[in-house]
């Protein structure tokens, strides 16, 4: 019989991390939260190939990962702990000729540039590097000698160092209960019933599915105890959703 491990994970950026979150005009934000598909990748669990042109592979990579017992939630920024940076950039050519086209720069005078769907100019908000985040993993316990202590994360794949922390859990089987969880949760992951008779949450909707924090959920929880004898409440039943994603 396989053993379920619970782990708090404290991720710590080293260095400016940058998700495109939200594109307002010609400001590329990313949003105070690391969504857990990202995670998921950046945790080496699964992996797309590296010349990919086709749509999201979310289905294809994910779904395996259900039948193996592996999942994590989102990261959920700490009080205190999360700082903003703010850079430019500009990919214009600096080429003796150049004249704007539909969504392109053309570089010859007698040919029409091919349509670029990526922005020539703009400003980002970065995650800042020290910020940190708290995520958990629930896995089986013959994997935990695999947990990796460096990621990189984002469109820059930037470096992130991971402290795992294993909860101890109160019980062997997950106990009906209902609790407020505070921190973020994929709310295409949670279970039906559990989904259906939310009470109050709230929503961040951030593609590809979205987030909910400060729910009140009701059904079956595993509960963890860390070492410093805080208690921590998770959904039991957690998988990736991407079934319901287009």
């Not at 990579?61 to 994590?72: K, S, T």
């Not at 989904?195 to 909910?212: D, K, Q």
Request: hydrophobic content about 40%.
């Amino acid at each position: 019989m396989t053993t379920l491990a619970i782990y708090q994970v404290e991720l710590t950026l080293l260095e400016h991390t940058f998700f495109a979150s939200r594109e307002v005009g010609q400001l590329y934000e990313t949003e105070p939260v690391i969504g857990n598909y990202a995670l998921t990748y950046a945790l080496g669990w699964c992996a797309s190939p590296y010349n990919w042109n086709g749509p999201p592979r979310y289905k294809v990579d994910l779904l395996p990962l259900n039948h193996q017992g592996r999942y994590v939630t989102p990261a959920t920024f700490l009080p205190g702990r999360l700082r903003f940076a703010f850079s430019q950039f500009n990919a214009q050519s600096d080429s003796y000729y150049f004249r704007f086209d539909q969504n392109a720069i053309a570089l010859e005078r007698s040919r029409k540039a091919r349509a670029m769907n990526f922005p020539q100019a703009g400003k980002i908000r970065l995650l800042a590097a020290e910020s940190q985040a708290r995520f958990y993993a629930l896995l089986p316990e013959e994997l935990a000698p695999a947990l990796p202590r460096y990621i990189r994360l984002g469109k820059f794949q930037s470096k992130a160092r991971l402290d795992w922390q294993p909860l101890q859990l109160l019980t062997q089987e997950p106990q009906e209960q209902e609790y407020v969880v505070d921190f973020f949760l994929n709310a295409a992951d949670l279970p039906e019933a559990m989904l259906s008779g939310m009470r109050s949450f709230t929503l961040y909707n951030i593609p590809p599915a979205p987030l909910v924090r400060q729910a009140r959920l009701r059904g079956p929880f595993w509960v963890g105890r860390l070492p410093n004898g805080e208690v921590v409440p998770l959904p039991a039943g957690m998988h990736y959703g991407v079934e319901t994603l287009p």
